[in-house]
């Protein structure tokens, strides 16, 4: 969960305050569900109403969900009826649910009774807010309309106000026996370049120092409408202004078939070193299974192509642990495939069975085996992605402040490799520092501060 309200510095201004309904929005997953709330908080003030950081002040909580995996949908799930019971029973704010899923759960009983807004329709969350004040129930599920304005003209309000997340499309083209993204998302819609250019543009002009290039697969960007991510990313290095990008997830398959302009990119001083390319699992039976488009081999040759070419490229990956058909043995070419590939982040999921996939009609494995296997998987993950860090221990670069914590006297900034950076004391945010590494931890480092 992310847990703060989607607010930007001036969403809570008080100017802001005065009038219209006040809506807290709580959101769940990833980066590109954390940008619809940006856009809902940007539309409903736009609409003049108020984004409360407060749930106890709110008259309506909009909760932006996710459904990728069973204990993200759990932790919704059980807030969610705890909030649903409240708002049916006129002792708590009304309830609006959106994010993903309205539209993967549209045949269910869940949201009986609440309103709902789809994925493809958050430029009317206005509407829906209001009619969800007067008591109705609206289901806005379907269809682009944005009352006129497409999914990436919509206004933000930013939560951070350094970083700009940029959706570049919606959907996917794959289709994964695991997942839910094209039940909750449908198709791939690539959006319009000179839109997101801007878009892009209008964030550098306001202060932003990160540019989160993000959608479900940002790889597949404009394969329907012949688009290239590289061409765009390509125009968004170009701006003027003190910037860096961060290019999200993107399947295998996508970097093999443009693997030249992907290493070339990745030349640009104003990309993050970070790649996040997810696997799933080490053994070709069980990507087969799980409807993949790559084995292993491929997965593999893109990694080696790219550190040759980026040695200090951060990889990220995905694994998942206990898939049905997974073997003793499928989980041990896992590990090697771990031990093999310099990895400087991974995120570890035990499977879990999502209603209307194919993956769900299949006997899953017993828990203890799943759990058993999960706790290897964690050891085998640490060893390697602490090993990735500690290289880097004696080493001077040019860090972003990003994040205070006064209570613990210290400030987060991000390395060239989007690799968070320890530093002790509390700094401003949004100040580049040359810094030394002085150690390192399983999934960060620590920092020092150098005098120039």
């Known amino acids: 969960m992310i847990p703060a309200a989607e607010t930007s510095r001036n969403a809570m201004d008080p100017a802001a305050e005065a009038g219209g309904h006040a809506v807290f929005i709580e959101t769940y997953g990833c980066a590109f569900n954390a940008a619809d709330g940006e856009a809902m908080a940007g539309v409903l003030q736009r609409a003049g109403h108020r984004v409360v950081s407060d749930p106890s002040a709110a008259d309506v909580i909009i909760v932006n969900t996710c459904t990728v995996k069973d204990r993200t949908y759990l932790n919704f799930e059980k807030r969610f009826r705890r909030l649903k019971a409240a708002a049916l029973a006129g002792e708590g704010p009304r309830l609006v649910v959106a994010g993903c899923i309205p539209k993967a759960y549209e045949r269910s009983d869940l949201l009986a009774g609440v309103a709902a807004l789809g994925p493809d329709a958050i430029g009317r969350v206005d509407e829906v ?85 993000t959608s479900q697969d940002v790889g597949a960007y404009g394969r329907e409408a012949g688009y290239t991510l590289t061409g765009l990313v390509g125009r968004i290095a170009e701006l003027p202004g003190d910037f860096r990008i961060r290019l999200g997830m993107t399947s295998p398959q996508w970097v093999s078939a443009d693997l030249e302009a992907w290493l070339d990119l990745l030349d640009h001083p104003r990309l993050f070193r970070f790649l996040h390319i997810p696997v799933q699992s080490g053994a070709d039976g069980v990507l087969r299974a799980m409807r993949r488009e790559n084995t292993v081999a491929e997965f593999e040759a893109v990694c080696e192509a790219m550190l040759a070419r980026h040695p200090d490229l951060a990889l990220m990956t995905d694994l998942i642990v206990g898939f049905p058909t997974e073997t003793e043995a499928d989980f041990a070419e896992t590990l090697a495939l771990v031990e093999r590939v310099p990895f400087a982040a991974v995120n570890r999921s035990r499977f879990s069975a999502r209603p209307g996939t194919a993956a769900a009609r299949l006997t899953g494995l017993p828990g203890a ?21 500690e290289r ?25 490799a989007w690799r968070p950076v320890v530093l002790p004391g509390v700094r401003a945010v949004g100040e580049w520092l040359e810094v030394e590494y002085v150690g390192a931890a399983d999934f960060h480092l620590k920092g020092r501060p150098v005098t120039i």
């Open 129 to 213: 807010v209001e009619q969800a004040m007067r008591g109705g129930a609206p289901h806005v599920l379907r269809g682009e309309r944005q009352r006129g304005a497409p999914r990436e003209r919509l206004p933000t309000a930013r939560r951070n106000p350094l970083v700009e997340i940029l959706p570049i499309a919606s959907g996917c083209l794959s289709a994964c026996s695991f997942c839910q993204t094209r039940l909750a998302r449908g198709r791939l819609r690539s959006f319009r370049p000179s839109d997101l250019v801007e878009k892009a543009r209008r964030g550098i002009d306001e202060g932003v120092r990160e540019i989160w290039i």
């Open 369 to 389: 085996v799943v759990t058993e296997r999960s706790s290897r998987l964690n050891v085998a993950v640490r060893v390697t992605t602490r090993r990735w860090h």
């Open 392 to 416: 880097l221990v004696g080493r001077r670069e040019r860090v972003l402040t990003f994040e205070s914590d006064p209570a613990g006297r210290r400030t987060l900034a991000h390395s060239g």
